[in-house]
């Protein structure tokens, strides 16, 4: 009996230990390494959901301004393999598509039937090159941020208890507006990241955008979790496909 109580005390401890190591404050760490240790995290997982919601004044896909960008949410497997759900706005609606990448071959499923199709040439618009190592959001963060400032540690409303590094910067704008296939303008934007201390995990990145010619300004904010879950991305089943 004795040596039951001391087992049962000897594991109430433990899990008092853990929890106090699980409280401990974030490193106190330069904005530098902070970031330097979130790009190379983030260049080296394996895979991860994300989302990308823009909001405030509109992003067109087209010259008209008749196809606008509204949020593409889905998951993401390395180097190249992406499965998401695109929502658009067009005059009078709101409709969603999947696309499907993997390597140099996309499909998306046709708005009217919902069947999946083959992506035609000179198709403009691939998620997975916000992921690529030597243009995407990692590059970007690398090369374009402009006088980084930590702000303290904060929490977000979605991640209640967790303690989140919180840095911002300005960035120049041109090799996103190149990432994103002109979606996000060449302009000076102001940036903001919020990285997980123990593992330089980025959970989210808000861009704001101030454009001379709109009067409100244009925000994106990019989230990311599940990180480094294995998730198999297959072309998808073509009607009369052999």
């Known amino acids: 009996m004795k040596l039951k109580k001391i087992v049962i005390l000897l594991l109430m401890l433990a899990s008092l230990i853990l929890e106090a190591c699980s409280l401990a404050p ?5 904005v530098e390494d902070i970031l330097m240790r979130a790009i190379e995290r983030t260049a080296n997982l394996d895979g991860f959901a994300f989302s990308m919601v823009r909001e405030g004044a509109r992003a067109y896909f087209d010259p008209e301004e008749t196809i606008a960008f509204r949020r593409v949410e889905g998951v993401f497997m390395a180097p190249d393999a992406v499965h998401a759900m695109v929502r658009v706005i067009t005059p009078g609606m709101v409709s969603e598509f999947q696309i499907l ?10 708005l009217a039937t919902g069947a999946w199709e083959q992506a035609p040439a000179g198709w403009s618009f691939n ?3 916000l992921f690529e190592p030597e243009s995407g959001m990692v590059f970007v ?11 303290g540690v904060v ?12 840095i911002v910067a300005d960035m120049k704008g041109d090799h996103i ?13 102001l940036v903001e990241l919020w990285i997980e201390p123990q593992t330089f995990e980025i959970h989210r990145i808000v861009l704001t955008e101030h454009l001379p010619t709109e009067t409100e300004p244009r925000i994106w904010q990019l989230d990311f979790w599940d990180f480094d879950r294995l998730i198999e991305i297959s072309p998808p089943d073509i009607q009369g496909s052999p």
């Open 101 to 110: 990448n993997l390597g140099n071959q996309q499909w998306f499923t046709n």
């Open 127 to 129: 998620p997975a090159t």
């Open 177 to 189: 507006y190149s990432m994103s296939y002109g979606l996000i303008a060449s302009e000076m934007m």
């Open 141 to 151: 963060l690398k090369e374009d941020l402009v006088d980084p400032v930590f702000q």
């Open 26 to 30: 974030p490193e106190d760490l330069p």
């Open 155 to 166: 929490e977000l409303d979605e991640l209640p208890g967790r303690d989140l590094y919180y």
